[in-house]
Structure formats: structure tokens, C-alpha cells
């Protein structure tokens, strides 16, 4: 069963149709790659499916269930988690504190259903905390404050937040921007491994075409809200409709 499929998914702001019947549709542990011109509307699809805006059509189902118009923490809860860019980051706290408090916020919910399991919650924050900073390699910066990362680490530790909801599903939005090529290759390497790892499911929104042909199985091509071409890396390479859509803009 796929993960995620977004069936006629529409966004309107007031005249403009920023996601325009979209469907799409993501199978288990596919790594998928999200590309197109600026204002596309990348970004937007990424906010509707994670429930940080409300779709003007269209529905989005994870794991089989209607997810369409749920809050952000209760689609958090179901398995789906977005790395965000910084701003998630607590500067004066540690690296150790920042994951700590992902995951008792991602406990919380859970637990609301289950308060025999209570005393065991601190042990699992722990234990997730533990996970999640071994997982991107900041286990040996934890007790580091966040501020005095480099800004790979940064972007590591953002991950990290993100993945403390243990989710199975993760949203990465322009994972390398601003990355050296050092930091690039560091961030492609890590998303190999995370999913090996956690046999996470992985849609990333990337521009860096060499990221894009050494990671995603399956590529979508926004176009002005609407889904151009949906195919494997070399198949949308050949596609004469996404030369067409890129002209003056990334060049494939
Ligand atoms: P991308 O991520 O592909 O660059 P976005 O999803 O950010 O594109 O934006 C798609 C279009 O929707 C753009 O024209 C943008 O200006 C517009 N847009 C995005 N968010 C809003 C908003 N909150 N209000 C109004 N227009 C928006
Ligand atoms: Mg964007």
C-alpha cells in the first residue's frame, strides 16, 4: 500500500492556484524528489500534506486514513514529520536538549491515550533523544549549545528535531541549500542512511539536480502548481515538457 497519496489536492491564495490537482502518489521507503521553478509551489504541497495550511480541495491519506484538514501535531503523531530550517532550533539549548524537547512534545500526544504507560515516558524521550542524535552523528556534540554548531551540524540537528516523533515518513524541504559540496555529499550520505536505518519514507523538495540523480527513485515536476511529469530521474531528464518548464531556470 502506498504511504501517501494526495487525490485532486488544490491550494488557492485569493486568484492564485499555487497547487493545482495534484495527485501523487509516494509507496513505502521510495525516496521521492520534488523539483520545479521557483513559486511552483514546492513548498505549499509540503504545508498542506504536513497540515500547516488547509487544503481548498482535494484530500490527503497517509497509511490509508483521511489525514485532509487534521492539525499539524495530529498528522506529527500519525508518522509524518518536516525537517524545518532553523527556526525550530532553541539556540541557548544543547543539542541533547533540543531533540529532548521534539520528543516529549511528540510523546505528549501519545500518551494522552495511554496513561498506564506513563512512568515508562522519560525512559522513551531518552531512548528516541539517544536514536535520533546517533542517527545524523551529533550524539558526541549533545551536550553542545545549539547556537555554536557549524551550519552542517545545524542542519543535521534540525533533522534530528524532526525525526524525534519517530515518524515514517519525512518532508525535507531543500535539504542542501546552502550547503558547501563538503556538506552536500555529508547530507546525501546521512539520507541514505536514515532510511536504511529507519526504513524511512523520504519526499524532498532539492534543486541540486547531482543530489537528485544519486538519491531519488522517482522524481515529480511541479509547474505552476500542476504536476508535469512523475517518473524515474532519467525518464523526466528526457522529458522534452521539463526542458521546456526549466528554460531560464535550473538547468538538467
Ligand atoms: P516553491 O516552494 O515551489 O518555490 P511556493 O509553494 O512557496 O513555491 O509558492 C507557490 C506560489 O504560491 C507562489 O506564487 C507564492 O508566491 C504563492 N504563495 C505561497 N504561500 C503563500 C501565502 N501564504 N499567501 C499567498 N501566496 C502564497
Ligand atoms: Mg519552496
Not at 486514513?65 to 498528522?75: A, K, L, R, V, W
Not at 552542517?152 to 515518513?169: F, M, N, V, W, Y
Not at 550547503?179 to 555529508?186: G, K, L, R, V
Not at 539520507?191 to 522524481?219: K, N, P, Y
Request: negative net charge; glycine residues 8%.
Amino acid at each position: 500500500m502506498a504511504i501517501l497519496e494526495t487525490d485532486g489536492l488544490t491550494k488557492r491564495f485569493g486568484g492564485l492556484t499555487a497547487v493545482d490537482d495534484v495527485n501523487l502518489t509516494v509507496e513505502q521507503r521510495e525516496t521521492r524528489a520534488i523539483i520545479g521553478p521557483n513559486g511552483a509551489g514546492k513548498s505549499t504541497f509540503i504545508n498542506l500534506v504536513t497540515g500547516l495550511l488547509e487544503p481548498s480541495e482535494g484530500a490527503v491519506r497517509f497509511d490509508g486514513n483521511d489525514i485532509t484538514g487534521q492539525e499539524p501535531h495530529e498528522i506529527t503523531q500519525q508518522g509524518v514529520s518536516k525537517s524545518f530550517q532553523t527556526a525550530s532550533i532553541f539556540p541557548d539549548m544543547t543539542v541533547q536538549e533540543n531533540v529532548r524537547l521534539a520528543a516529549i512534545a511528540a510523546e505528549r500526544g501519545s500518551f494522552r491515550f495511554d496513561f498506564l504507560k506513563r512512568r515508562d515516558r522519560f525512559d522513551v524521550v531518552d531512548d528516541v533523544t539517544e536514536e535520533m542524535l546517533r542517527a545524523v552523528d551529533l550524539w558526541a556534540d549533545r551536550g553542545v549549545e545549539a547556537t555554536s554548531l557549524p551550519y552542517g551540524d545545524k542542519r543535521r540537528l534540525e533533522i534530528a528535531i524532526a525525526l524525534a516523533s519517530e515518524p515514517d515518513l519525512l518532508f525535507m524541504d531543500e535539504p542542501t541549500a546552502g550547503m558547501s559540496p563538503e556538506e552536500t555529499n555529508a547530507t546525501v550520505d546521512l539520507i541514505e542512511q536514515l532510511q536504511e536505518d529507519l526504513g524511512l519514507t523520504i519526499v524532498l523538495v532539492e534543486h541540486d539536480m547531482e543530489v537528485i540523480f544519486r538519491i531519488a527513485d522517482r522524481i515529480a515536476v511541479l509547474n505552476r502548481g500542476a504536476i508535469i511529469a512523475d517518473a524515474t530521474p532519467q525518464e523526466v531528464q528526457d522529458d522534452p515538457d521539463v526542458q521546456e518548464a526549466y528554460l531560464g531556470g535550473v538547468e538538467l
